[in-house]
């Protein structure tokens, strides 16, 4: 089944994994498109669950929402495995090797030797495919890199089997049945709507309503003797936008990609069109926003609350209208 | 067709590495491109910084008998209280304890093998913690 394998470099772990594990075998589907058609476009802000002593903050839907919901959308059978001890794990993840069967990992970035120190913080929710293996080694097709990377086995296994938030326990996931007919038309209108409606949910911390209150956050903030802390906040919020969300509004460039690919499939192009342009302005809000961020806690006299919260309302207006529109497809 | 610019600066936490994203090329159609973002490097470094920053606290803390180096080699390893009580399997307000002195010099060799293997180190360099 891996003949038809090919590494390629993607804008987001999750949605990259799927592309290529499903594409080799044999279900043809672009990054865009798992990300759209799973409706992973999102926003949440939870001032109670902390990371590092920062509020939680993702520009898109929980880790393995990708994984879980592909399945239930195309009707695809996925195997997915946790495990409670590493060796069988190890083990296991051999054997698929040998049987040139592919297959998606959950690791931690942190406790991944070929990333640049830099980058390895305790993000437990990386996600990677393995593709060979020589001694004791790994070969490794992570979406975040140009080319294949090589891993130690027992590097491997702690990053698979790293704690904490979002703990993967040894996931592993491939696709074990793939209907021949798929009817992708019909999945990607009830996906859109259903994306659609969770950006317009009521509950406060989610969607446009989410971004809003994290606005409202920011404009409250005040310098006065916390400078380390508003500094720590500000970049906490552009690393998860910009480290973890892929460049700027990433995640918006993404979804308006998925929705001009959309277009091939019998619906309303003139909606999809207005709607996708949306979501670019929100992206581009989103980089201003991340720039403003960045510029006020290199020189902190000069912070402007109320500036930065209005580029993130204004962010918000768009994906709101964007929504609105969707929804009426 | 909205445009919009890929930031092509400098970021050298990627070490060399380049990251994509989604961009439009001339045709106006979405394909993924190379790009560099300097916000990110700051924040990234920022975030560094930071753990580099609570290590020297932390340091000054053990000189004064305050903190425990499990505190220290916590920090090193970039990570916060959640993170490590999850790592060894105790309860928080547990690790806590842990990480002030007059406690830490209680612990038996049992519990400080485990915060020694979270902390990939070896269980002297917390017994015998010199600077």
Known sequence: MNQRF??????????????????????????????????????????IVKISNMPLIAYRDLPKNIINNISKVLGIEMVKKQYKDP????????QFVQNSQLVGLQTSVF????F????????????????????????????????????????????RFARGIFAPKGF???????????NLSKGIKKAIIKNAKALLTPFPYAGVKGMRKLATKISKLKVDNNERHIKNFLTHIVRMQEEIGTGGGGFRFLYAAFLQEAKAYNLDKSILQEASELFIKSGNALREFALLCVESSKKLE???????????????????????????L | MEKFEIPQESNATLNGQRKVMYGINESGKFERVNYASSAEEFATQTAIEEFEQLCRESLERIQQEISSPIEYFMYKNRMDLPTLSSVVGMFSFRVKRHLKMKHFKKLNDKILQKYAEALNIDINELKDFTQ
Not at chain 1, 87 to 94: G, H
Not at chain 1, 172 to 182: A, F, M, R, V, W
């Open chain 1, 6 to 47: 090919e590494h390629a470099q993607f804008a987001h772990c999750e949605s990259g994994v799927v592309s290529t594990l499903l594409s080799s075998y044999g279900l043809k589907i672009s990054e865009p498109m798992a990300f759209g058609i799973t409706s992973s476009l999102s926003f949440v802000y939870m001032p």
């Open chain 1, 87 to 94: 060796i069988q794990a190890n083990k296991d993840l051999t």
């Open chain 1, 111 to 114: 406790y991944l030797p070929y």
């Open chain 1, 116 to 159: 640049p120190k830099d980058m390895r913080f305790h993000f437990n929710a990386h996600n990677l495919l393995v593709v060979g293996k020589e001694e004791n080694n790994y070969t490794i097709s992570d979406p975040v890199f140009e080319t294949l990377m090589s891993c130690d086995e027992n590097e491997l296994t702690k990053a």
């Open chain 1, 172 to 182: 592993l996931y491939y696709p074990k049945h793939i209907p021949k007919d798929i």
């Open chain 1, 302 to 328: 000069r912070f402007d609350s109320q500036t930065i919260a209005n580029k993130l309302t204004e962010a918000s207006f768009y994906e709101q209208e964007a929504a609105l529109l969707l929804k009426k």
